[in-house]
Protein backbone atom coordinates (compact mmCIF):
# COMPACT_ATOMS: atom_id res chain seq x y z
CA UNK A 1 0.00 0.00 0.00
CA UNK A 2 1.23 3.45 -0.38
CA UNK A 3 1.96 5.95 2.24
CA UNK A 4 1.37 9.44 1.90
CA UNK A 5 2.63 12.45 3.77
CA UNK A 6 0.89 15.84 3.22
CA UNK A 7 2.32 19.42 4.54
CA UNK A 8 2.16 22.76 3.34
CA UNK A 9 -1.52 23.79 5.22
CA UNK A 10 -1.45 26.69 7.10
CA UNK A 11 -3.52 30.08 8.15
CA UNK A 12 -3.82 32.46 5.08
CA UNK A 13 -6.00 35.40 4.87
CA UNK A 14 -8.94 35.57 2.16
CA UNK A 15 -7.75 36.14 -0.53
CA UNK A 16 -4.11 34.69 -0.35
CA UNK A 17 -2.74 31.66 -1.52
CA UNK A 18 -1.34 28.35 -0.27
CA UNK A 19 0.61 24.98 -1.86
CA UNK A 20 0.12 21.50 -0.48
CA UNK A 21 2.24 18.78 -1.04
CA UNK A 22 1.89 15.10 -0.82
CA UNK A 23 4.79 12.84 -1.50
CA UNK A 24 4.13 9.15 -1.84
CA UNK A 25 6.40 6.51 -1.21
CA UNK A 26 5.96 2.45 -2.11
CA UNK A 27 4.46 1.26 -4.78
CA UNK A 28 3.42 4.16 -7.37
CA UNK A 29 4.20 2.31 -9.86
CA UNK A 30 0.42 0.77 -9.24
CA UNK A 31 -1.21 4.39 -8.97
CA UNK A 32 -3.85 5.48 -11.47
CA UNK A 33 -4.97 8.84 -9.78
CA UNK A 34 -3.95 11.23 -6.86
CA UNK A 35 -6.57 13.32 -5.34
CA UNK A 36 -6.94 15.80 -3.31
CA UNK A 37 -9.96 15.42 -0.87
CA UNK A 38 -11.38 18.16 1.83
CA UNK A 39 -13.31 17.95 5.38
CA UNK A 40 -14.87 20.74 6.77
CA UNK A 41 -16.28 20.32 10.23
CA UNK A 42 -20.44 19.19 10.25
CA UNK A 43 -19.48 18.34 6.39
CA UNK A 44 -19.15 15.69 4.41
CA UNK A 45 -15.63 14.88 2.86
CA UNK A 46 -15.26 16.23 -0.90
CA UNK A 47 -13.00 15.44 -3.97
CA UNK A 48 -11.08 18.94 -4.54
CA UNK A 49 -9.37 17.88 -7.44
CA UNK A 50 -7.23 14.59 -9.11
CA UNK A 51 -4.92 13.88 -11.68
CA UNK A 52 -4.06 10.92 -13.69
CA UNK A 53 -0.72 10.12 -12.11
CA UNK A 54 0.70 8.73 -15.64
CA UNK A 55 -1.42 10.00 -18.07
CA UNK A 56 -3.41 13.04 -19.15
CA UNK A 57 -6.32 14.16 -17.41
CA UNK A 58 -7.65 16.09 -14.34
CA UNK A 59 -11.13 16.55 -12.30
CA UNK A 60 -11.58 20.22 -10.23
CA UNK A 61 -14.63 19.83 -7.97
CA UNK A 62 -16.93 23.17 -8.98
CA UNK A 63 -16.36 25.35 -5.93
CA UNK A 64 -12.48 25.87 -6.91
CA UNK A 65 -12.46 25.84 -10.70
CA UNK A 66 -10.42 28.45 -11.88
CA UNK A 67 -8.80 29.28 -8.29
CA UNK A 68 -7.30 25.38 -8.03
CA UNK A 69 -4.30 23.55 -10.03
CA UNK A 70 -3.47 20.11 -9.16
CA UNK A 71 0.06 18.68 -10.24
CA UNK A 72 2.22 16.00 -10.22
CA UNK A 73 5.96 15.52 -10.06
CA UNK A 74 6.57 11.63 -10.85
CA UNK A 75 9.95 11.29 -10.36
CA UNK A 76 9.89 12.81 -6.61
CA UNK A 77 6.82 10.87 -6.33
CA UNK A 78 5.25 13.98 -5.35
CA UNK A 79 1.66 15.66 -6.07
CA UNK A 80 0.93 19.39 -5.41
CA UNK A 81 -2.76 21.44 -4.56
CA UNK A 82 -1.65 25.20 -5.90
CA UNK A 83 -4.71 27.44 -4.24
CA UNK A 84 -4.85 30.83 -5.27
CA UNK A 85 -7.60 33.29 -4.32
CA UNK A 86 -8.79 31.38 -1.07
CA UNK A 87 -11.96 32.00 0.56
CA UNK A 88 -13.02 31.52 3.88
CA UNK A 89 -15.48 28.41 2.95
CA UNK A 90 -12.25 26.88 1.58
CA UNK A 91 -11.13 26.37 5.43
CA UNK A 92 -10.82 22.29 6.06
CA UNK A 93 -8.79 19.40 6.74
CA UNK A 94 -7.18 18.61 2.73
CA UNK A 95 -6.66 15.13 2.70
CA UNK A 96 -4.24 13.46 0.20
CA UNK A 97 -5.09 10.45 -1.47
CA UNK A 98 -4.11 7.12 -3.84
CA UNK A 99 -6.71 5.06 -5.98
CA UNK A 100 -4.61 2.11 -7.66
CA UNK A 101 -4.86 0.42 -10.98
CA UNK A 102 -8.44 -1.44 -11.40
CA UNK A 103 -9.41 0.12 -8.00
CA UNK A 104 -12.75 1.98 -7.72
CA UNK A 105 -11.87 3.71 -5.04
CA UNK A 106 -9.18 6.09 -3.61
CA UNK A 107 -7.91 3.65 -1.19
CA UNK A 108 -4.42 4.97 0.81
CA UNK A 109 -4.72 8.40 2.37
CA UNK A 110 -2.65 10.67 4.38
CA UNK A 111 -2.59 11.87 7.48
CA UNK A 112 -4.24 15.51 6.55
CA UNK A 113 -3.27 18.91 6.82
CA UNK A 114 -5.37 22.18 8.09
CA UNK A 115 -6.29 24.66 5.84
CA UNK A 116 -8.07 28.01 7.92
CA UNK A 117 -8.75 30.85 5.47
CA UNK A 118 -9.18 34.29 7.77
CA UNK A 119 -11.62 36.43 6.41
Known amino acids: QVQLVESGGGLVQAGGSLRLSCVAS????????MGWFRQAPGKERELVAA????????YYGDSVKGRFTISRDRPKNTVYLQMNSLKPEDTAVYYC????????????WGQGTQVTVSS
Open 97 to 108: AERAEGSHDFGS
Open 51 to 58: IIWSGVGS
Open 26 to 33: GPTFSTYA
